[in-house]
Structure formats: structure tokens, C-alpha cells
């Protein structure tokens, strides 16, 4: 009887450390998109509503998709790039102004850098958007990451 207690019980144990081990190796089933967070202090604050996450691989200027905010999530946009190449870019936050494009703020990021900037206007959570980057040191690749997020307060403050 002992033996068989002795036994039933390295088999828990045994299975008891393996099932942790194989949840950490899980992949899970849906795509996550990762948005960088804004530290203010020593606080975390997330966007309230992530509108885009894309690559970017082109050659001198490169184009995101074209998102439109929602009003009631704020008016505070947070645009984002991650340069992935060894080249200095300017990034813009281009905004929707009738039949025409404008540029609501820019950003230049040094080679492979990252860096983020906080858009507001009053109704700035009704427009529509996409982010611009220029590769303005040699004309060559521009090759990263942009993101844009929507805040109904600054994200830094």
C-alpha cells in the first residue's frame, strides 16, 4: 500500500511541474497587437482605443493604411515609429481635412530609434488619418513600425 501511495503521489508531482511548462510554450490562437504604452512616472497608461499597428518596408516614403477615430474616444492621438534602418526619417501624422490631406504634426527619428508624439485638436476623434514616413537623410529604404492610438486625456499627463 505504501508503494502504491508513493508512486500515485511522484506521479502527481511529476505532472503538477509539466503542466505549467507546456502552458508557457502555448501560442495562442488569435493575433495580439502590440502597441507601445506611454510611461508617466511610474505609471503604465494604454491606449484607450488602438487604431492602427503596421510595418512599413518601401523605398524613400512609405504610406500606413487610413484609419478613422471614433469622437467618443477622445481627442488625443498618439502616432508612433520605430526606424529600423540606419537613416535618419521624418514621420507625419497626416490628417483628413475635407477633399484634402494636411499635416496635423511631425516627428524626425534618428536611425534606428523610436519615438512617439501626441497629437489634440477639438474633434480630432472624428477625423480620419494615416502616418507618412520619409526616409530625408539619403532617399533609401524606410523599414519599421508605425502605431496609432486614440486617448480621451494625454497620455503623458
Not at 19 to 29: K, S, Y
Not at 36 to 44: D, I, Q, R
Not at 59 to 80: H, L
Not at 128 to 149: H, R
Request: charged share 20%.
Amino acid at each position: 500500500m505504501k508503494r502504491f501511495v508513493s508512486m500515485a503521489l511522484a506521479t502527481v508531482m511529476s505532472l503538477c511541474l509539466a503542466v505549467p511548462a507546456f502552458a508557457a510554450e502555448a501560442i495562442p490562437d488569435c493575433a495580439v497587437e502590440a502597441v507601445p504604452a506611454v510611461t508617466a512616472g511610474e505609471e503604465v497608461i494604454m491606449p484607450r482605443v488602438s487604431l492602427l499597428t503596421q510595418n512599413l518596408d518601401a523605398t524613400n516614403t512609405a504610406k500606413s493604411s487610413k484609419v478613422t477615430a471614433n469622437a467618443e474616444d477622445g481627442d488625443y492621438i498618439r502616432f508612433y515609429y520605430k526606424n529600423d534602418t540606419a537613416s535618419r526619417c521624418t514621420v507625419y501624422l497626416m490628417m483628413e481635412d475635407g477633399d484634402s490631406w494636411e499635416v496635423a504634426s511631425s516627428m524626425r527619428i534618428d536611425k534606428n530609434g523610436e519615438k512617439h508624439s501626441v497629437f489634440y485638436i477639438a474633434g480630432a476623434g472624428s477625423k480620419t488619418y494615416y502616418i507618412k514616413v520619409e526616409n530625408t537623410e539619403d532617399g533609401g529604404a524606410v523599414l519599421g513600425t508605425v502605431s496609432l492610438a486614440q486617448y480621451t486625456k494625454h497620455p503623458e499627463l
